[in-house]
């Protein structure tokens, strides 16, 4: 099969358009805190922590439009829902018209389910069929969408580091519904603890990817990731666990008017090498996106943005 040209590969891996939910009251989720080493403690007065990462989404939002990604902007005003912001883990959405819904570790994650959401799609995209996995949760099944799962869409492979919130039969399952590869590890921060999310360690762009090859325990399974990510005519840029741990990994290659655009944190960004910074800037806008309060919860920029892989219905939204 002849490869996409590579126009054709930057829209297919880099959305143009992606969802984003503001949250009202935000605060670090004490049910995820177990297994996610990335959260921190906020010793704000919660009116203040919630106010900040209101003001923080909306920001980012702006910064995103600027660069003339569409984002589709939705409320959360609920108190039951405190990681509501990071939306990229209960649904995905896929070219030909497919969104896949997801079944979440946390019980009070799966609150953040929201009909209007894949409702606002049918309308302003084209949606061929919705496939639902929530029902695995009731076999303690889980599968926490593209924060589980990094895509490769040009090569059609899902990574996935293993841990609570990446099950192998719901992964197994997604691949065969969606037409991806499975290619399954062990990673670990550097004190051997399992890493919660494969989207805190590994990005995949267009001409480049990001992931902490330190992290992948097996030697042998670590060089045959890297291999397949520069057969796919990618560089490297390799983190070390202090940059992963700065959520330097946790970025997400979008479409903007000008082109390719890097949207990571601004903490993920000042925490990468000068030469880092070239290879990324060499082929992609660079934002920086200052979200101190958001990040405590123990997720980042990808996080924040469920990108919308779809084809827009004409007059619906803009390019």
Known sequence: MMPLPRSTQAIVQAPRA??????????PN??????????????????????????EATEAARQLEALGVTVHKFEDETTETPDSCFPNNWF????????????????????????????????????QDVIDYSG??????????TGAMVL??????????RSNRTNEVALERFCTHFNYEPVVFDACDAVGRPVYHTNVLMCIGTRFAMIGLDTIRLPARRAEIA?????????LVDLTHEQIGDFAGNAIELTG????????????????????QR?????ATILPLSIPTIERAGGSVRCMLAGVHLAARPGRCPD
């Open 18 to 27: 992606v969802v984003m939910i503001r949250p009202h009251h935000f605060t």
């Open 30 to 55: 004490p049910q995820t805190a177990a297994d996610n080493a990335f959260q921190t403690v906020d010793n704000r007065a919660a009116d203040a922590v919630a106010r900040a990462a209101y003001e």
């Open 92 to 127: 995905s959405t896929h070219s030909g018209g497919h969104v896949a819904i997801y079944p979440m570790y946390s019980p009070n994650r799966r609150c953040e389910r929201r009909s209007d959401v894949i409702e606002m799609l049918k309308h302003r995209y084209r949606v």
């Open 136 to 145: 695995l949760e009731e076999d303690e099944v889980f599968l926490e969408g």
């Open 152 to 161: 490769d869409h040009i090569e059609r492979v899902a990574y996935a580091a």
């Open 227 to 235: 291999q397949r990510l520069a057969d796919g005519g990618r560089d």
């Open 257 to 276: 008017t000008a082109g390719p655009v890097l949207a990571l944190s601004a903490r993920a960004w000042a925490a990468l090498r000068p030469e880092q």
């Open 279 to 283: 290879v990324l800037e060499s082929h």
